[in-house]
């Protein structure tokens, strides 16, 4: 089926784990008393929020190998199934975690103007392998350290992308102890 699976060897046994997405129902802005104390030249934040200070996928590796089973059929427009078609629809980003939940920044602005989009300090490069069939061998470029990371589906979302909530998010968490 259609997805985003990790995969792992265990014990000798080759296992595929469909990675459930978790939808932001928040965001939250941040900055604005600084902001207001240096006549709005020092930037104030945008960030979407997930609920839960992890994920619930938790996994060792921190070279992990996924797979994205993604509808080419499409041909890129995504008018027939919904399903994106490409990899490059999804955007790997490591999270900031608080006490109760994990954010990620998606805007910028000051009196000088605003910026919208993932910030790069949260953007963790990945590379693929096209195995045909809309099947992609995804994996990281570099090992990952401890902490919570999610494949950003850029498209989701509401009509505001500024506001991040809908945002949807493949979310999984690096915990190198068991």
Same mark, same amino acid.
């Given at each position: ?65 996924? +797979?994205?089973?993604?509808? =080419?059929? *499409? $041909?890129?427009? /995504? &008018?027939?199934? %919904? @399903? ?5 629809? #999804? ?57 919570? +990371?999610?494949?950003?589906? =850029?498209? *989701? $979302?509401?009509? /505001? &992308?500024?506001? %991040? @909530? ?5 979310? #999984? ?6």
């Amino acid at each position: 089926n259609y997805g985003v699976y990790l995969y792992e060897e265990k014990d000798g046994q080759k296992k595929m784990t469909l990675v459930k997405p978790t939808v932001s129902a928040q965001n939250r802005t941040g900055g604005m008393f600084t902001s207001s104390l240096t006549y709005d030249i020092s930037k104030v934040k945008i960030k979407t929020n997930l609920p839960g200070r992890n994920a619930a996928l938790q996994i060792m590796n921190t070279m992990p190998v996924f +797979y994205f089973y993604l509808d =080419v059929t *499409s $041909g890129g427009l /995504n &008018t027939a199934s %919904g @399903v994106p078609s490409d990899p490059k629809e #999804f955007t790997l980003v490591r999270f900031n975690q608080r006490s109760d939940n994990r954010e990620v920044t998606i805007g910028k602005a000051n009196v000088f103007g605003a910026k919208g989009g993932l910030s790069d300090e949260y953007v963790v490069e990945f590379k693929t392998e096209d195995l045909g069939n809309g099947v992609f061998k995804i994996s990281p470029v570099a090992a990952l350290t401890k902490g919570e +990371y999610g494949f950003f589906l =850029v498209n *989701s $979302g509401n009509s /505001n &992308t500024s506001a %991040g @909530v809908g945002a949807k998010f493949f979310d #999984f968490g690096v915990n190198m102890t068991p």
